[in-house]
């Protein structure tokens, strides 16, 4: 009898490892994001206190200012800004391109992705494991597809701007932006691990940081 149960006990384990965030075991779980004791997510805000506006979020509703370095701006819609979604596994996001913006290469650790093209077109693409770029041109209307945790991008080749909705499978994706992860840690990653990894100088690497930095 031992055996089996064992046997079973590895399989639901296993299942549970491979799913992305925990199934739900009440209604509704409204983030109390104020509560100081953490638990993987929020703890629920008390019943009597959660109505409609928990679960409400207008910011995706207009383009956002892309007039940065990389020409683009995401606009988030998750748990941190819609306390409702805690514990739901979905959350949202809006990104705006200016022509020649780009999304540069990133991360989600807890999310795949899927875009939904509002307006323009965007050149797309993820890097599998095995170092495969997988990339294509969408426009208006089409929908394009990142693994949870792939590299990815997405650039406006085009003369107009251009805006993507964004799903993920998440409640709080998590972003590791490569470039800005790397050169712009606090504390800093030390120059040495960032010569040696690009194969290029200290002056480079100086280069790369004052103009990663954030804006003052
Ligand atoms: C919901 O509750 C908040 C305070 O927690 C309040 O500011 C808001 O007006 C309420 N909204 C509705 C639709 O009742
Ligand atoms: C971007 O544009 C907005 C409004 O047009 C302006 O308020 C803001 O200062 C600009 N930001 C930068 C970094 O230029």
Do not use: W
């Not at 990815?152 to 409640?171: D, E, M, T």
């Amino acid at each position: 009898m031992a055996a089996p149960l064992t046997l079973l006990f590895l399989l639901v384990l296993a299942y549970g490892t491979n799913a992305a965030d925990p199934d739900m075991l009440q209604d509704i779980c409204v983030a109390d994001t104020k509560s100081a004791p953490k638990v993987n997510g929020f703890i629920c805000k008390e019943a009597s206190k959660v109505n409609a506006t928990d679960f409400f979020f207008d910011g995706l509703a207009k383009p956002g200012a892309t007039n940065n370095t990389m020409g683009s701006l995401v606009t988030t819609a998750n748990v941190e800004k819609i306390p409702g979604l805690n514990t739901l596994g979905v959350s949202m996001a809006r990104i705006d391109y200016a022509p020649g913006g780009l999304n540069p290469p990133h991360t989600h650790p807890r999310a795949t992705e899927i875009v939904f093209v509002l307006e323009g077109e965007l050149e797309v693409g993820f890097i599998t494991t095995a170092n495969a770029l997988f990339s294509k041109t969408i426009k208006k209307g089409e929908i394009f597809v990142f693994p949870r945790g792939l590299v990815h991008f997405q650039q406006n080749n085009g003369k107009v701007p251009a805006a993507v909705i964004a799903a993920f499978n998440s409640q709080l994706p998590g972003t590791q932006s490569i470039a800005v992860t790397l050169f712009t840690a606090s504390p800093p990653v030390p120059d040495n691990v960032l010569t040696k990894a690009f194969q290029i100088g200290t002056k480079e690497v100086d280069k790369i940081k004052e103009k990663l930095a954030p804006k003052k």
